[in-house]
């Protein structure tokens, strides 16, 4: 059995004559009636009633047109998702400044590696605002720190993707670096560097897991990760940073910071994506999705080894 056997049976009944289906599709009558024939023949029992007036559906007919219908839907859904990663295009995602430092590189070699011609357009951003992004369109996918007033958003649909925690980032200078953990009292007294928004009133990023922020000694804010980091490997200043998305860090892997865990405060947290329910997303923005969990799985299966 062929698509176009399929599609033959629906155009004949459509224009209730083999003939003329046969004429606006510009195939010889010969064509697609001996199409129809094997057709039947594949069924075994007749699809078609055929008299002089024209064709109309047999009951095996009227049953194998209905089938049809959602056989030959899918096939367009298909060449029109491939034609779509064909074309490639650029996807817009929000997320979290850790995750696009961890991630973002991974996804962009997995698109090289696959050929895919999709162009990533990566903002970060604190939790409340990647959800107000992709509530309104701006985004269509953005990757957040679970928060509790993110599932009273109507527009949203939430995924989780993977549990991690914070810490504390020290550096050599740092009266801290030769403990093996410390207690949320350790960090009060500390220079602290905050990033971005973070434990500013209403934010929904790191606040929304360690509701700290009033009694932290922050003498400096920064939108730039990479100084941030720089600066507390060069002096004393120290930063929450969560363990498995910064694990890999290359300030951590060579030695020039710590993450300290904090043994008496509670600093798990869920990571998870959001998308929105009012703008139904491509192909190519669910291959990029796809890809993003692909590699998360890998990731997770090497952290419990």
């Known amino acids: 059995m062929k698509f176009e056997q399929l599609f033959y049976l629906q155009e ?20 697609f009636s001996a199409s129809l024939a094997k057709l039947e023949s594949e069924v075994g029992i007749p699809l ?12 095996m007919g009227e049953i194998v047109l209905e089938k049809s219908k959602t056989i030959l839907a899918a096939r367009d859904e298909i060449f029109a998702e491939t034609s779509e990663l ?23 070699n997995r698109l090289r590696a696959e050929e895919l011609p999709i162009a990533l357009s990566v903002g970060t951003a604190e939790s409340k605002i990647i959800a107000s992004n992709v ?61 971005r928004e973070e434990f500013l009133k209403d934010n929904k990023g790191l606040t929304a897991v360690v ?36 694990r ?25 994506y959001v998308s929105s329910k009012r703008f139904k997303p491509s192909s190519i923005e669910k291959k990029v999705l796809d890809i993003l969990q692909g590699i998360l799985k890998d990731e997770a299966f090497h952290e419990e080894k």
Request: negative net charge; hydrophobic residues 40%; charged residues 20%.
């Open 12 to 31: 004949a009944v459509k224009y209730k004559s083999i003939s003329l289906a046969a004429e606006k599709n510009y195939i010889s009558q010969s064509t």
């Open 48 to 59: 078609l009633h055929r008299t002089r007036l024209g064709v109309t559906p047999t009951k």
């Open 86 to 108: 064909i074309k490639g295009g650029a996807v817009s995602i929000s997320c979290i400044a850790c995750f696009s430092d961890w991630i973002v590189p991974k996804v962009l």
């Open 135 to 195: 509530a309104s369109g701006l985004s269509k996918f953005g990757v957040l720190i679970h928060y509790d007033a993110l599932s009273a958003n109507p527009d949203l649909d939430y995924t989780p993707l993977f549990k991690d925690n914070f810490g504390l980032y020290v550096g050599q200078n740092s009266p801290l670096w030769d403990k093996e953990s410390i207690s949320i009292e350790d960090v009060y007294s500390q220079p602290y560097i905050a990033y």
């Open 211 to 246: 509701d700290v922020g009033e009694r932290l000694n922050i003498i400096f804010r920064t939108d730039d990760l990479d100084a941030l980091k720089r600066m507390i490997a060069q002096d004393d200043y120290v930063a929450f940073f969560p363990h498995f998305m910064t």
């Open 248 to 272: 890999n860090d290359y300030y951590l892997a060579s030695g020039l910071i710590r993450n300290i865990p904090i043994h008496d405060y509670p600093a798990d947290f869920e990571v998870g």
